[in-house]
């Protein structure tokens, strides 16, 4: 007896797809915990930044993948074996796509909104032209279905603008003669079971329009492309493939790209450029008056990371201590948090270091009983107007002398900005590290001196 075929039922495929939703944004929690952990905790200032963060990132994001790449999911097995198709998470192969070689697209053309099925176009034109789309080019591309189940394809450009193409015996005829494919190209044998174009002899399903080309899939027998659909006029095409970004084991370069010395150049860049920034240094633009005549509002100014040991990336701890601060320079550090002050990135400047006693005279900075001798200090009259300023304004041990590993420090201006008069000593994990350049503007480029 024939065994009936399951059917699911529509709340079980709409539970599937929920809980593979809810898998998703479990897996994000999983990987986001961590990094709110060591970058702080969650307190307000650390989501305001995360938040700052986040935008920025997205608003970067979207004119990236608008006008130059973005990455694209197989869905199917349709370009297989030169691409491995499968829905589900995290598998499948992904492509990056230039959008920047056939021109630049106008911004959310063709999209199609998640509460309905139609696509959404106000322009059959781009803002420009880039190069002409080429045979055997690799493409991902808007389809021309309408209600189509997937709305984003990608095949493989077979018919150019004006060309007479015909299927038969498993070959590619252009015009009248065989198509050879190239030798990257896996040997195809394109199947007729299936659509019209390209099969019909007739104009209307064998002449590619002005401005139209025929996309086939790689995986004839399985592919649902142009034979069924019919012309894709350019203004469809979102991009060329580039490479298959993921899995790495999967790794293809299409361009030829990778081969050359820019790409190489580019990798060493980057490299350098991340390294520099997760364990050397990293730049600051100055916000405040909080430093004097040192450093000017709107400069920015190299923090060297490594000068008090090397970091541990996107946490405030250290593999190894460096040298000790020294009193009088310029460092970026975060303050402690208090009942009205969430902790914040400050610059300042070092007045106290472990072991010292501390107490403004009257404004004049003293230590150990003594009118201190830095000339970047002693030439500054130090006051405060942020909440009750206990440590160094009184002579009892836990708010004039410097415990181990902490640090006392000022800002030159200290009317507007908050210093440890406010919230006490800055312990040694606070520290970014010592300002030592002024990078930009060019025209102000110097060192930093205490």
């Known amino acids: 007896m024939a065994r009936k075929s399951q059917r699911k039922r ?14 998703k944004v479990s897996l994000w929690a999983l990987l986001l915990a961590p990094l709110v952990f060591l970058t702080g ?6 989501a305001y930044e995360w938040l700052k963060a986040i ?18 999911k197989i869905p199917s097995s349709s370009m297989e074996p030169t691409f491995l198709g499968d829905p589900r998470f995290m598998r499948g192969d992904r492509v990056l796509v230039n959008k920047f070689v056939y021109g630049v697209r106008f911004p959310f053309n063709g999209i199609r909104p998640w509460f309905t099925k139609a696509s959404l ?22 389809s021309v279905e309408k209600n189509a189940r997937h709305t984003t394809l990608v095949k493989r450009i077979i018919g150019l603008p004006g060309e007479r193409v015909h299927i038969a015996n498993g070959k590619v005829y252009i015009n009248g003669h065989p198509l050879a494919l190239p030798p990257d190209m896996p040997a195809v044998r394109y199947t007729t079971d299936i659509g019209r174009y390209a099969i019909l002899e007739d104009d209307a399903h064998s002449v590619v329009p002005d ?16 034979r069924v659909f019919g012309w894709v006029p350019n203004e469809h095409l979102l991009g060329r493939v580039s490479c298959i970004a993921w899995p790495p084991s999967r790794w293809r370069d299409f361009t030829g790209f990778s081969g050359t010395w820019w790409w190489r150049s580019i990798l060493v860049l980057l490299g350098m450029l991340l390294f520099v920034r997760l364990f050397l240094g990293r730049s600051w633009r100055v916000r405040t008056e909080g430093v004097g005549d040192a450093l000017a509002n709107g400069e920015h100014v190299y923090i060297n990371r490594c000068a008090f040991g090397l970091p541990i990336p996107f946490t405030r701890r250290r593999a190894f201590r460096g040298r000790a601060p020294r009193r009088g320079e310029i460092v970026l550090y975060y303050s402690s948090a208090t009942e ?11 007045a106290g270091v472990p072991g010292e006693q501390v107490y403004l005279d009257g404004g004049k900075l003293h230590i150990d009983g003594a009118p201190v001798v830095e000339p970047s200090l002693a030439a500054r009259t130090f006051t405060t107007v942020h909440g009750a300023a206990r440590f160094g304004h009184s002579k009892r ?10 640090y006392f420090i000022l800002a030159d201006d200290t009317g507007d900005v908050p210093d440890s008069q406010t919230f006490g000593w800055v312990p040694y994990s606070a520290l970014v590290g010592p300002a030592s350049t002024v990078w930009w503007p060019v025209r102000n480029l110097r060192r930093v001196r205490p």
């Open 10 to 23: 529509p709340d079980q495929t709409l539970g599937q797809n929920v809980g593979k939703k809810a898998a």
């Open 55 to 72: 935008l920025f990132a997205g608003a970067l994001a979207l004119l990236i993948r608008w006008p130059l790449f973005e990455p694209f």
């Open 121 to 142: 176009w106000y322009s059959k034109r781009r803002l420009w032209y880039g190069t002409k789309p080429q045979r055997f080019e690799i493409v991902v591309f808007k």
């Open 340 to 350: 009205d002050m969430e902790s914040l990135p400050l610059l300042g400047r070092i």
């Open 41 to 46: 905790g969650l307190t307000w200032q650390n």
């Open 397 to 406: 041990r836990e708010y004039s002398y410097v415990p181990e590993d902490h």
């Open 211 to 226: 401005n139209c080309y025929l996309l086939l899939g790689d995986n004839s027998g399985a592919s649902r492309d142009g």
